[in-house]
């Protein structure tokens, strides 16, 4: 799946240990790179949700 | 009243075309779809499924284990239920509908994975106006495990995308990426060495170590 994110021009990386928890934040779009990163996600977009909410 | 709504897009495919010939059942993961959707509105969000055909994805029985809940037999089962009784996780629609209805109402976007969103979902015309939507309104837009292959659908060319990659023609796949909303945007996925097809009845490799060469999707190549 990297190759095809790289080949669309995505600047794909990825985490070196298998299955370690990873999640990259680049502007709006969260990635999160295996199962084991579910709630690592969860809580990263939770963060992006309620940071305009803090400020508002 | 909540803090918003998280759209969940959904995928509706069960098998997945392998590099070695033949196909490999597949589906959704239970933990990446019900894990985020349960902690974002325990945070006070709501949460609507949306998927190509308005049914319910498919769980991949591998995912359907209390390994991916950390061990957690109580977390395991609190998942199955949700996802089996929760009316949030069976009031599916189409996401043809959503695009219709509008999306202004919808706070993010959320694509689990599990191999299934790399065979509808990331060449889904409907999915590609959902992405352009999000992207343009500067909305959160979370993609797990195989989940974010699926912000291709958000190139015009989407299908051809995709088509190329399986033909294994990657120069053609950059072709019709062009203009795509998130090129040059750091990301990550499942990697290629994560990348493990359980052996199934289609592979026709001999041992599970040639298996895991050749039994992987063809569009991870």
Redesign the interface.
């Known amino acids: 799946?990297?190759?095809?994110?790289q080949?669309?021009?995505?600047?794909?990386?990825?985490?070196p240990i298998?299955?370690a928890l990873?999640?990259?934040v680049?502007?709006?779009?969260?990635?999160?790179?295996?199962?084991a990163?579910?709630?690592l996600?969860?809580?990263?977009?939770?963060e992006?949700?309620?940071r305009p909410?803090a400020t508002a | 009243m909540t803090?918003?709504t998280?759209l969940v897009a959904g995928s509706n495919a069960t098998r997945i075309e392998l590099q070695g010939g033949g196909s490999a059942a597949i589906g959704q993961?239970l933990?990446?779809t019900v894990?985020?959707a349960m902690?974002?509105i325990e945070?006070g969000?709501d949460v609507v499924l949306a998927t190509p055909d308005g049914t319910k994805p498919h769980i991949d029985e591998a995912?359907d284990s209390t390994q991916?809940f950390g061990g957690d037999e109580a977390a395991h089962e609190r998942a199955r239920r949700f996802y089996a009784d929760d009316p949030l996780m069976n009031q599916v629609r189409k996401l043809r509908s959503v695009v219709e209805d509008g999306m202004d109402g919808y706070?993010?976007l959320?694509v689990p994975?599990g191999h299934a969103p790399?065979v509808d979902l990331?060449q889904d015309a409907e999915l590609g106006t959902i992405l352009r939507h999000?992207?343009e309104a500067?909305?959160?837009?979370?993609?797990?495990?195989?989940?974010?292959?699926a912000?291709?659908a958000a190139?015009p060319r989407a299908r051809e995308?995709r088509a190329a990659?399986i033909a294994g023609d990657?120069a053609g796949?950059?072709g019709y990426?062009r203009g795509?909303a998130?090129?040059?945007?750091?990301?990550?996925?499942?990697?290629?060495?994560?990348?493990r097809i359980p052996r199934s009845t289609s592979c026709t490799a001999s041992s599970t170590s040639t298996c895991r060469r050749r039994c992987r999707?063809r569009?991870?190549?």
């Open positions: 799946m990297p190759a095809a994110l080949a669309a021009g995505g600047a794909v990386t990825s985490h298998d299955f990873n999640v990259v680049d502007r709006k779009p969260i990635a999160g790179q295996n199962p990163s579910d709630h996600l969860a809580t990263a977009l939770i992006a949700l309620d909410l | 803090k918003g998280l993961y933990n990446e894990v985020p902690t974002l945070a969000y995912s991916r706070a993010s959320f994975g790399a990331m999000f992207h500067r909305k959160p837009t979370a993609l797990l495990c195989h989940g974010p292959v912000i291709a190139m995308f990659l990657n796949a950059a990426a795509w998130y090129a040059g945007y750091r990301m990550t996925v499942f990697s290629a060495s994560e990348e999707p569009v991870a190549r």
